[in-house]
């Protein structure tokens, strides 16, 4: 049997109904975790919200307005124990998003397919083959040569700061910057192409609260147009880049994509697009907004940053500390292939499981004092920021390395830089997206 598009197969979402087990904690959804904008509204992040759920109802029922809802896991063992079962809670059967719409509502064609056919919504036994094939680009061999050329681009950045300081956008400036240069030197996207991603990257953020609101009739036909032709343009581009490395191959990950086969078999045209999507998208937002999140930590909390100017070989633990912190990634779906149980909650075949990793990462029974940022803290690597089990992110390696080579630079250099408190967060309930940080240089 040869590689299906996820497209083809996937259990597509059914109307709203209740659940098919009785949930056995009755606790209504303190915030609708549906919602793209309840997360911008609350400084990006909801913890009073998952204090509450993980405290009262582990494995809560969340209902959806428009589709099916879901089984919402909140504690850090129950989430590890959904990641580390991916027999039982697939990634393939519904996808990895919280939804995908219900069959006749209209999607964007290019992003809903690449959105479901790619790396990340495969099980066994395709997802390991055509992991192992990314790998390379992730070890620590490559990861400590590409750490040469991050060191570099870390210090023109700076100049620049320096140069605009003393109050700049670290998100623009920075943060946006960093990933990018980082994602297009593994993929091999030439120099004066890469402004054009860090464009797509806004439009691939709000790609959620766009729909939605498309949805309720407000948004205007010229802003529809104009989003979808950045869509199509990012696509043709990665098709074209792809294009190219089929016909002659380099030392970079789109070569590697791009010759990859499955089963003697290339990747089909619809893989190739959600190869494109997916590596875009998880190698260069969630650094970013780690990177952002970082800066905020470090000003709420300047005992912290005095240590570390103090002790740098806390670098390292500082790095697991603030993605703890931020957990840039907020949530992953699962769907149950049979009928289960998580903790004491039934679950029934074909039911959608959120994993909450932000919740995972603050919860009391795993991190002492969790809402304290410790860049001490013994545990701190054993966050779930990147996931957990088979599909455990890929690219951690390259994210640790970006947060502690930015950091060691940016303190040695501005040893008193702060956040001036003036942020701005994109409405999304997928990831923690900070558009905007304005930071002082200081003096």
Request: aromatic share 8%; charged share 20%; proline share 8%.
């Amino acid at each position: 049997m040869s590689l299906q598009n996820v497209t083809d197969t996937y259990q597509q979402e059914v109307p709203p109904a209740p659940p098919k087990r009785k949930p056995v904690h009755d606790l209504p959804p303190p915030v609708n975790l549906t919602d793209p904008e309840v997360f911008s509204r609350h400084g990006g992040y909801t913890h009073e919200a998952f204090a509450q759920m993980r405290q009262q109802a582990p494995v809560m029922w969340h209902p959806e307005e428009v589709a099916a809802g879901f089984w919402a896991v909140t504690s850090y063992d129950l989430v590890k124990q959904v990641e580390l079962d991916p027999a039982t809670y697939s990634s393939q059967r519904g996808g990895i998003l919280m939804t995908y719409g219900l069959p006749e509502q209209p999607k964007h064609p290019l992003l809903h397919s690449s959105s479901l056919n790619s790396l990340i919504n495969l099980d066994r036994p395709y997802h390991t083959p055509l992991r192992m094939e990314h790998m390379h680009f992730f070890r620590p061999g490559f990861v400590a040569e590409l750490r040469k050329r991050v060191e570099v681009y870390v210090t023109e950045l700076l100049d620049a700061m320096e140069k605009q300081g003393p109050v700049v956008d670290m998100v623009e400036m920075f943060s946006a910057e960093l990933p990018l240069f980082t994602l297009c030197e593994i993929l091999g996207v030439p120099a004066e192409d890469r402004p054009k991603l860090v464009h797509w990257m806004h439009f691939l953020e709000t790609s959620q609260y766009q729909a939605q609101q498309e949805g309720l009739g407000n948004v205007s036909q010229e802003q529809i147009m104009t989003f979808m032709t950045e869509i199509q343009a990012m696509f043709e581009y990665g098709r074209h880049m792809l294009a190219k490395r089929r016909e002659n191959p380099q030392e970079d990950l789109l070569s590697a994509i791009a010759n990859v086969e499955i089963d003697g078999k290339p990747l089909s045209p619809e893989f190739l697009d959600g190869s494109w999507l997916l590596i875009v998208f998880a190698g260069n937002d969630t650094t970013r907004n780690s990177l952002s999140g970082t800066m905020r930590l470090l000003t709420e909390f300047p005992d912290q940053k005095e240590k570390l100017l103090a002790n740098p070989d806390l670098f390292p633990n500082f790095v697991h500390e603030s993605i703890r912190m931020v957990s840039p990634v907020t949530y992953m779906r699962r769907t149950a292939t049979t009928d289960t149980q998580l903790g004491d909650q039934p679950i029934a075949e074909g039911d959608k499981v959120v994993m909450y990793y932000a919740a995972a990462n603050r919860d009391p029974a795993k991190f002492a004092d969790p809402h304290r940022y410790d860049i001490t803290r013994e545990n701190a690597k054993e966050h779930l920021a990147f996931g957990h089990g088979p599909h455990v992110c890929l690219g951690q390696r390259v994210a640790n390395m970006q947060l502690e080579t930015a950091y060691r630079q940016i303190l040695s250099r501005f040893p008193n830089i702060r956040w001036t408190g003036e942020q701005s967060l994109a409405p999304n309930n997928f990831v923690h997206a900070i558009s905007s940080l304005m930071v002082d240089l200081g003096s």
